[in-house]
């Protein structure tokens, strides 16, 4: 059983920078692919991006390409999502997720463990 744990949201103005943490314990962090992915009030959970389990190998969201990075540190047990250029359209509740697949997907419905969420609000 893997255990999830974001930090790192809260208020930022449109045009910041905001890095989200994931603190995995409980399993083998390497042996997972691991996701974000943001769910804005009314709107159905979406796919951010998502890294391998050697982190050669990064996906993104078309609407966030060149403006978010997704890494990990293994030694750390952790994956970050560092978001600049923020927009007011990004704000949501940020989940990781982790799934045993060398390579990951953008379905939310792969993954098999979830953190329970972090609150990112940008202003205008």
């Known amino acids: 059983q893997v255990q999830l744990v974001e930090s790192g949201g809260g208020l930022v103005q449109a045009g910041g920078s905001m890095r989200l943490s994931c603190a995995a314990s409980?399993?083998?962090?390497?042996?997972?692919?691991m996701g974000w992915f943001r769910q804005a009030p009314g709107k159905e959970r979406e796919f951010v991006a998502a890294i391998s389990w050697s982190g050669s190998n990064t996906y993104y969201a078309d609407s966030v390409k060149g403006r978010f990075t997704i890494s990990r540190d293994n030694a750390k047990n952790t994956v970050y999502l560092q978001m600049n250029s923020l927009k007011p359209e990004d704000t949501a509740v940020y989940y990781c997720?982790?799934?045993?697949?060398?390579?990951?997907?953008?379905?939310?419905?792969?993954?098999?463990?979830w953190g329970q969420g972090t609150q990112v609000t940008v202003s205008s």
């Open positions: 409980g399993g083998t962090f390497s042996s997972y692919a």
């Open positions: 997720a982790a799934v045993a697949k060398l390579r990951p997907g953008s379905n939310p419905d792969e993954y098999d463990y």
